[in-house]
Each structure stands twice: as structure tokens, then as C-alpha cells.
């Protein structure tokens, strides 16, 4: 059995609207210092596998086919063994 933490992200070059709202909500509570807000996706799916390799093949697929929009987003993973 192993478990994924997958991080969505949008890509350095789309604009990101919910980053600059967040942005915004925390300048107007005071953290002025705060210059900029990439917002994202985590997600952790339990999986069953025979071993590492396939599970990693496995959530590389979920990704790319289901999870992150390649033209606009990247996605990376941890994977460990439960």
C-alpha cells in the first residue's frame, strides 16, 4: 500500500486570479509584507501496488490524465510506502 501527496500547481506564466484575491485578503489584515500568492491543489490518494515503480507510474497517469491540466498546470508527488 502507498500513499501520494500530490501538489497541483499552476504554471509561472498563467495569471492566477484566487492568488491575487488571497493576496489582497491578507494585505487588507495586515501582512503587507506579503508580495505574492500562488494558489494550488494538494491531494493525498492511498493506493494499492506491488512496488514503488507502479505506484509511481500509476499516479504520474492519475495526473496527467485527471488531476492537473498540463497546458496550464505542473504536478509533482511524494511517494511512500504505508
Do not use: W
Not at 500547481?9 to 505574492?36: A, M, W
Not at 491543489?41 to 492537473?68: F, H, N, P, R
Amino acid at each position: 500500500m502507498f500513499r501520494a501527496r500530490v501538489y497541483v500547481t499552476l504554471k509561472p506564466t498563467v495569471n492566477d486570479p484566487q492568488g491575487l484575491t488571497i493576496r489582497g485578503g491578507l494585505h487588507s489584515l495586515g501582512f503587507e509584507s506579503v508580495e505574492d500568492v500562488r494558489a494550488g491543489k494538494y491531494l493525498e490518494i492511498t493506493l494499492e501496488g506491488d512496488d514503488k515503480a507502479s505506484a509511481e507510474k500509476q499516479v504520474t497517469e492519475m495526473c496527467q490524465k485527471l488531476l492537473a491540466n498540463p497546458v496550464i498546470e505542473d504536478f509533482r508527488f511524494e511517494l511512500r510506502e504505508t
